[in-house]
């Protein structure tokens, strides 16, 4: 159980283009969901915290015109990263939470977006 | 705020020794602490958690972690190191007095653990 996917795994882009990366929840109803930026050889950093129903809360220096956080229903959120350049090559990884087990975050295997 | 250090960026360990992965934090209210793995382009796999109890916590694939309130640390542990441990490691910490469990984790840079045959 508590499995958490992610659409695509991989995504190579024109600069200026727009992507569009789902994370899913695939066997519970995810109250929360997060969305975390990993840089070659750096540690995670969180992004973004998405709440089913609302807006997402943006951490300080995350553009929230840049990088669009939609969280439709309890078991889908989607990170769109809006004219994309090359300098928001990275991997995106995802996190979910639910109401029962929210000390632990179940996370995607990540998307590896290059941009050209 | 509340932050999580690594101070190794790789540690290099004898098949069949004991392994230590150092991690600290600092958190203003009560430290949740995790660690996950993570291997070369895939997501991060859950080890083992502190919330509460027992300072000494046990978690996944035979690894341990001590919490230790007065220094502040949540080193990773594990009796006899095997090459299919070889991965990179985080600590990550959040504050267990807010948010009502929807915050984000702070993460450590991550530790790389290689296990020589």
């Known amino acids: 159980g508590a499995v958490v996917s992610q659409h695509p795994s991989r995504v190579i882009c024109k600069s200026g283009t727009s992507v569009k990366i789902e994370c899913r929840s695939l066997?519970?109803?995810?109250?929360?969901m997060f969305w975390y930026r990993q840089f070659p050889k750096k540690s995670l950093m969180l992004m973004a915290t998405s709440n089913e129903g609302s807006k997402a809360t943006y951490e300080q220096g995350v553009e929230k015109d840049k990088f669009l956080i939609n969280h439709a229903s309890l078991t889908l959120s989607t990170l769109t990263v809006t004219s994309a350049h090359p300098e928001d090559s990275s991997f995106y990884i995802c996190?979910?939470?639910?109401?029962?087990?929210?000390?632990?975050?179940?996370f995607g295997p990540g998307t590896r977006l290059t941009v050209l | 705020a509340q932050s999580v250090a690594q101070p190794e960026d790789q540690v290099n360990v004898a098949e069949g020794n004991p392994l230590t992965v150092k991690c600290t934090y600092s958190v203003s209210g009560n430290p949740y602490l995790f660690w996950y793995v993570q291997y070369p382009n895939r997501g991060l796999q859950f080890l083992l958690k502190y919330i509460t109890g027992d300072n000494l916590v046990k978690g996944s694939y035979g690894f341990e972690a001590e919490f230790n309130k007065s220094q502040t640390s949540f080193h990773l542990k594990k009796p006899s190191a095997l090459v299919s441990d070889s991965a990179l490691y985080f600590c990550a910490v959040r504050d267990g007095n807010s948010g009502g469990g929807a915050d984000g984790l702070t993460f450590g840079k991550g530790t790389h653990l290689i296990i020589q045959p």
């Open positions: 066997d519970f109803q995810a109250t929360t």
């Open positions: 996190s979910a939470i639910t109401g029962l087990t929210y000390n632990e975050q179940f």
